[in-house]
């Protein structure tokens, strides 16, 4: 399998985490983003979108990380990053897309980059918009944690799931932005833990080749 990835995108690092913790071998292949790598006519082939990831597999092509990482979990089931239930699995489904389409787009570079370019807004107003949009998502799901994290030390239950897959790039964004973290300390805590575990500290943005 072969990743297309950025040391310091929240999406790719998602889909490292899931590569990482099934113990598959990858291969990453290297898109610098803020040069526009991305946009290339080699990648556009692969992914019209000209986002990052992309994941290659036996010659076909996916993008989109949380379809990714289900397809790795459908693939290599084990260990599982989905509970067993429906309802459970929809309720893991819920927080990891509380952070994956709500939070992460509204902080992603091509939005980013509108705001500081055709709407000419200052830095410090870029980077109040970014602020106020991680807190308004980590408030919301310190209280979801609270209710369904059963230690302390995972998102949902007692296992790793999909949503600690999203959990720890957010908190990456979260502190490289200034955002205040002080008021969600069950995540803070859980994202502790979480980074503590090998294949998580493995799938880091410094841990990469391509780290600047």
């Given at each position: 399998?072969?990743?297309?990835?950025?040391?310091?995108?929240?999406?790719?690092?998602?889909?490292?985490?899931?590569?990482?913790?099934?113990?598959?071998?990858?291969?990453?292949?290297?898109?610098?983003?803020?040069?526009?790598?991305?946009?290339?006519?080699?990648?556009?082939?692969?992914n019209p979108q000209g986002l990052i990831p992309a994941l290659e597999d036996g010659g076909?092509?996916?993008?989109?990380?949380?379809?990714?990482?289900?397809?790795?979990?459908?693939?290599?089931?084990?260990?599982?990053?989905?509970?067993?239930?429906?309802?459970?699995?929809?309720?893991?489904?819920?927080?990891?897309?509380?952070?994956?389409?709500?939070?992460?787009?509204?902080?992603?570079?091509?939005?980013?980059?509108?705001?500081?370019?055709?709407?000419?807004?200052?830095?410090?107003?870029?980077?109040?918009?970014?602020?106020?949009?991680?807190?308004?998502?980590?408030?919301?799901?310190?209280?979801?944690?609270?209710?369904?994290?059963?230690e302390g030390r995972v998102l949902y239950g007692r296992e790793v799931t999909l949503a600690?897959?999203?959990?720890?790039?957010?908190?990456?964004?979260?502190?490289?932005f200034g955002a205040e973290l002080a008021p969600y300390p069950t995540l803070v805590a859980?994202?502790?833990?979480?980074?503590?575990?090998?294949?998580?500290?493995?799938?880091?943005?410094?841990?990469?080749?391509?780290?600047?």
């Open positions: 399998m072969k990743l297309y990835t950025y040391w310091r995108s929240s999406a790719a690092y998602r889909v490292r985490i899931a590569l990482e913790w099934k113990g598959l071998a990858w291969e990453p292949v290297y898109r610098h983003l803020v040069k526009g790598e991305q946009r290339s006519a080699d990648y556009l082939a692969l076909r092509v996916l993008a989109q990380s949380l379809a990714t990482i289900e397809y790795l979990d459908e693939t290599h089931p084990e260990p599982p990053l989905l509970p067993r239930t429906p309802f459970e699995r929809a309720e893991v489904r819920a927080l990891a897309q509380a952070i994956a389409c709500d939070v992460h787009p509204l902080n992603n570079l091509r939005v980013l980059k509108y705001l500081r370019g055709p709407l000419a807004q200052p830095e410090e107003q870029v980077t109040a918009w970014i602020r106020h949009w991680i807190g308004e998502g980590l408030r919301a799901l310190e209280e979801l944690a609270k209710r369904h994290s059963a600690d897959v999203c959990l720890v790039p957010q908190l990456y964004n979260a502190r490289r859980i994202g502790a833990a979480l980074e503590q575990l090998p294949a998580f500290a493995r799938a880091r943005p410094e841990a990469q080749a391509d780290a600047e």
